[in-house]
């Protein structure tokens, strides 16, 4: 059974940074691209940073790119966020996301719970 856990949201002023994690389980790990998805309030859920299975390459939707860092540590089968100049606009439930294959293209089929990321004063 796939289990997707995210941690490290919460509440963080503007400018500020945050880390999130993804610890995978009940899949090859190191088989699978890895993203993380957001849905913001009242809008639907967009899938903004994939990583291939290596990690060897990347991809960011533009609004959080050169902000936003994905990575991943297949030993850890864990997925990692780094959030930095983070913005009001940022604040949404975070998904941890596992592709149907290796490749970034090939897209989700399973999605964690969601974490929380508040940025205001």
């Known amino acids: 059974q796939v289990q997707l856990v995210e941690s490290g949201g919460g509440l963080v002023q503007p400018g500020g940074s945050l880390r999130l994690s993804c610890t995978a389980s009940?899949?090859?790990?190191?088989?699978?691209?890895m993203g993380w998805s957001i849905q913001a309030p009242g809008k639907e859920r967009e899938l903004f940073a994939v990583?291939?299975?290596?990690?060897?390459?990347?991809r960011y939707a533009d609004s959080v790119k050169g902000r936003f860092t994905i990575s991943r540590d297949n030993a850890k089968n864990t997925v990692y966020l780094q959030m930095n100049s983070l913005k009001p606009e940022d604040t949404a439930l975070y998904y941890c996301?596992?592709?149907?294959?290796?490749?970034?293209?090939?897209?989700?089929?399973?999605w964690g719970q969601g974490t929380q990321v508040t940025v205001s004063s």
């Open positions: 996301v596992k592709s149907r294959s290796s490749k970034i293209t090939s897209g989700p089929d399973y």
């Open positions: 009940g899949f090859p790990f190191s088989s699978y691209a």
């Open positions: 990583i291939t299975s290596t990690g060897g390459s990347t």
